[in-house]
């Protein structure tokens, strides 16, 4: 089982940027961000492989968004730069038990954080 934790969203304004973060209580496969608003569905935004040498976005936040991991630390960063309004919902890290390469379907992750806030105002 692997316990994951994000920290850094936050209110900020629109092309602000904000640094999310995710630990992960021990090391992991692929990993992934997604977001979700209520009353929709959640939302692919980025994912890294395993070794961190290969990266997906979703086409909403290419150039915009960045997404690092340290595997010693056994963490996951998303760096958010020039915020937009529609960027706002809750973001949850994930990890795969399965897959070493990155994949931007929800199914093939099996561990998921509570979530963080980002709250973009325009």
């Known amino acids: 089982q692997v316990q994951l934790e994000e920290s850094g969203g936050g209110l900020v304004q629109a092309g602000e940027s904000l640094r999310l973060t995710c630990v992960a209580s021990?090391?992991?496969?692929?990993m992934a961000w997604f977001r979700q608003v209520p009353g929709k569905e959640r939302e692919f935004v980025a994912s890294i492989s395993r070794a961190g040498q290969s990266t997906l976005y979703a086409d909403s936040v290419k150039g915009r968004f960045d997404i690092s991991r340290d595997r010693d630390k056994n963490t996951l960063y998303l760096q958010l730069n020039n915020l937009k309004s529609e960027d706002t919902a809750r973001y949850h890290c994930?990890?795969?038990?399965?897959?070493?390469?990155?994949?931007?379907?929800?199914?093939?992750?099996?561990?998921w954080g509570q979530g963080t806030q980002v709250t973009v105002s325009s």
């Open positions: 994930a990890a795969s038990a399965q897959f070493g390469l990155t994949t931007s379907r929800a199914e093939h992750y099996v561990y």
């Open positions: 021990t090391s992991t496969l692929a």
